[in-house]
């Protein structure tokens, strides 16, 4: 049908040009969301602690030890203390299963030191903490270092000290370390993002079950572990089985003997291998009650040492097992 009326016309070209803006406007607004997802989605990702490392290898981190995370972020991250250089540890199948701090001032110490018996991955391939003794854990995100205390799962512990990278150049776009700097870690919700991780890789290592191979290669390490644990504890048994492990034994279940500073000054002591003691007024100590001679000490002249004056203050010969002891009475 020909319209005649310019009006009409007009305003059918007007019509059909806002529904062209509208659908450029909406297929715009798609796209960018598309790209926002894509954006959330990676900065998301979670990377086990093997291949943190293999990145890692090499990168120099400072170590903060005072960390006081704020729900929402501006959290506290202060008093520097190690630098130092991490270093994958491999176990004798090529597998990393855990690392090293090297130390910066003196590489042949470690501020991080790598124990097979205590620092023990939570999945073989996919691992998203290491266990330590002590309820104590390690955990790598973005490229940092979280050392858990108080760890008693993945969603209860608290966070103790954490190490930043100084990432050089060449690795500044590798995707471990997005979100490494000291200003992205006092500004995310700490606890938050550790929690989150571990749900995360929770999931991925679901998807990921060993094979053979690998099955394999994960009980010959546990048998590691636990023969070396057996060993140790065979040892020990040994020792609290032989007669000088149930003298020991004997000595440390007798009654101790607690000595009191009733007085207003110090008491000075000095006993076993060089052993001293300033007990201060109001202080108590135990001893063993058959171990030996405590003896009156002296200040070593200029000094803050103390010298035995070879005067007997009490004989711990068995007899006052179990008493308290007022240093007014010696």
Same mark, same amino acid.
């Given at each position: 049908?020909r319209l005649t009326n310019p009006n009409v016309a $007009?305003?059918?070209?007007?019509?059909?040009?806002?529904?062209?803006?509208?659908?450029?406007?909406? *297929? %715009?607004?798609?796209?960018?969301?598309?790209?926002?997802?894509?954006? &959330?989605?990676?900065?998301?990702?979670?990377? =086990?602690?093997?291949?943190?490392?293999?990145?890692?290898?090499?990168?120099?981190?400072?170590?903060?030890?005072?960390?006081?995370? &704020?729900?929402?972020? %501006?959290?506290?991250?202060?008093?520097?203390?190690?630098?130092?250089?991490?270093? #994958?540890?491999?176990n004798r199948f090529g597998h990393i299963v855990g690392?090293?701090?090297?130390?910066?001032?003196?590489? !042949?110490?470690?501020?991080?030191?790598?124990?097979?018996?205590?620092?023990?991955?939570?999945?073989?391939?996919? #691992?998203?903490?290491?266990?330590?003794?002590?309820?104590?854990?390690? &955990?790598?995100?973005?490229?940092?270092?979280?050392?858990?205390?108080?760890?008693?799962?993945?969603?209860?512990?608290?966070?103790?000290?954490?190490?930043?990278?100084? &990432?050089?150049?060449?690795?500044?776009?590798?995707?471990?370390?997005?979100?490494?700097?000291?200003?992205?870690?006092?500004?995310?919700?700490?606890?938050?993002?550790?929690?989150?991780?571990?749900?995360?890789?929770?999931?991925?290592?679901?998807?990921?079950?060993?094979?053979?191979?690998?099955?394999?290669?994960?009980?010959? *390490?546990?048998?590691?572990?636990?023969?070396?644990?057996?060993?140790?504890?065979?040892?020990?048994? !040994?020792?609290?089985?032989?007669?000088?492990?149930?003298?020991?034994?004997?000595?440390?279940? %007798? #009654?101790?003997?607690?000595?009191?500073?009733?007085?207003?000054?110090?008491?000075?002591m000095c006993y076993g291998q060089g052993v001293s003691?300033?007990? %201060? #007024?109001?202080?108590?100590?135990?001893?063993?009650?058959?171990?030996?001679?405590?003896?009156?000490?002296?200040?070593?002249?200029?000094? =803050?040492?103390?010298?035995?004056?070879?005067?007997?203050?009490? =004989?711990?010969?068995?007899?006052?097992?179990? $008493?308290?002891?007022?240093?007014?009475?010696?």
């Amino acid at each position: 049908m020909r319209l005649t009326n310019p009006n009409v016309a $007009r305003s059918c070209i007007l019509v059909q040009k806002f529904f062209r803006t509208l659908k450029h406007l909406l *297929m %715009k607004k798609i796209i960018l969301a598309t790209l926002l997802g894509l954006s &959330v989605t990676a900065s998301h990702a979670q990377i =086990d602690m093997i291949t943190s490392l293999k990145a890692m290898d090499g990168v120099v981190y400072t170590e903060y030890w005072n960390v006081v995370p &704020v729900e929402g972020g %501006k959290n506290t991250i202060s008093e520097k203390r190690y630098v130092a250089t991490v270093s #994958p540890v491999k176990n004798r199948f090529g597998h990393i299963v855990g690392f090293d701090a090297l130390s910066k001032e003196n590489p !042949a110490e470690k501020n991080i030191d790598y124990n097979y018996m205590y620092n023990i991955f939570d999945h073989y391939t996919h #691992p998203s903490y290491s266990t330590g003794s002590a309820s104590h854990a390690q &955990v790598i995100i973005n490229g940092c270092i979280f050392d858990l205390e108080h760890f008693e799962s993945t969603t209860q512990f608290d966070i103790d000290k954490i190490w930043i990278p100084s &990432v050089p150049k060449d690795k500044a776009a590798d995707p471990v370390f997005k979100g490494a700097k000291m200003s992205d870690m006092k500004s995310v919700d700490l606890m938050k993002l550790i929690k989150d991780y571990f749900v995360e890789m929770k999931k991925i290592q679901d998807a990921n079950p060993y094979n053979a191979a690998m099955q394999e290669e994960a009980n010959t *390490m546990k048998f590691i572990v636990d023969s070396t644990q057996l060993t140790y504890d065979n040892a020990n048994a !040994a020792y609290w089985n032989s007669p000088e492990g149930q003298a020991k034994l004997n000595q440390l279940r %007798k #009654p101790k003997v607690t000595l009191v500073n009733d007085t207003q000054t110090d008491v000075l002591m000095c006993y076993g291998q060089g052993v001293s003691t300033v007990l %201060k #007024p109001g202080e108590k100590k135990e001893f063993s009650c058959d171990n030996g001679k405590i003896f009156k000490g002296k200040l070593r002249a200029n000094s =803050d040492q103390l010298d035995s004056t070879g005067e007997v203050l009490l =004989d711990l010969d068995g007899t006052g097992c179990g $008493r308290e002891i007022k240093a007014s009475t010696l």
